[in-house]
């Protein structure tokens, strides 16, 4: 062993300053300590997406123009039939670190990150990647990436006008018939959040949609846990399967006895 391992430092770094080493019942007392301060941070974070389903919409008033896998497309062909659209701003084309063999690294970093897009669909919601390289370049870099996330090229000002021409970002759309609102966006360092189901469903304006939500009145909510299914078993008719549905009842009962007795 080298003199800078005996002093715990390796490769000239300086030696790591590390937490003391407990017995088991010091450390459940640390964790149900530190667990106080997670549970009141889960709470403001949902206080805080109640209040992003408050925000005011903005109409969309602009016929913004794509380009998809089976050629023009309106921002209203975005939804896919649902109500609600989320678009990430991808940096792939010319002028980007990469380019042509790779994305932008952190819009990668993004991609790879994004959950199967079918637990976002059966909650009416579609998400979508867009970028100015033409489709040819985007199929064959989604093919080597392995990403499956619907991909659209831009060919107007939507980047500029939505605030991500110079820097990546997310903007969450919804429709009333044919009309179309903006009702909240997310960039720089807000965009770490995303790739996750749960964190997409808190940015829409009709969020998780589950009963337990606050959401203002009339707004669709099913109970937690029952819509839930395997990604490649949600059918078009969004009900509960009844076995799963006693499975989770049960198992939630059984953990709120024990989180009582504790």
Request: proline share 6%; charged share 25%.
């Amino acid at each position: 062993m080298t003199a800078s391992a005996k002093n715990g430092r390796t490769s000239g770094q300086p030696a790591m300053h590390t937490p003391p080493v407990v017995s088991p019942q010091a450390w459940e007392a640390a964790r149900e300590q530190l667990l106080v301060k997670e549970k009141a941070q889960t709470r403001a974070r949902d206080a805080l997406a109640a209040e992003r389903r408050r925000m005011p919409w903005m109409a969309v008033e602009k016929n913004y123009a794509f380009e998809g896998p089976d050629g023009k497309a309106s921002l209203l062909d975005l939804f896919d039939g649902r109500r609600q659209l989320i678009v990430y701003r991808a940096f792939f084309e010319p002028g980007v670190f990469g380019w042509p063999d790779h994305a932008c690294r952190g819009c990668s970093l993004v991609a790879d990150q994004v959950a199967h897009v079918a637990h976002l669909n059966a909650r009416d919601t579609t998400l979508v990647f867009v970028s100015r390289a033409p489709q040819a370049d985007i199929a064959r870099l989604k093919a080597r990436m392995g990403w499956e996330m619907p991909w659209f090229t831009l060919t107007d000002s939507f980047d500029a006008d939505f605030g991500v021409d110079q820097w990546h970002g997310h903007n969450v759309f919804i429709r009333d018939g044919d009309r179309v609102f903006r009702t909240y966006f997310i960039d720089n360092r807000g965009d770490e959040q995303m790739g996750g189901t749960w964190n997409y469903l808190d940015i829409t304006p009709l969020g998780r949609q589950e009963a337990w939500e606050d959401s203002p009145e009339g707004y669709p909510q099913t109970p937690a846990y029952k819509w839930w299914n395997w990604h490649d078993s949600y059918a078009a008719d969004p009900a509960a399967d009844k076995k799963w549905a006693e499975v989770s009842e049960a198992g939630e009962a059984a953990f709120r006895e024990a989180s009582t007795k504790a």
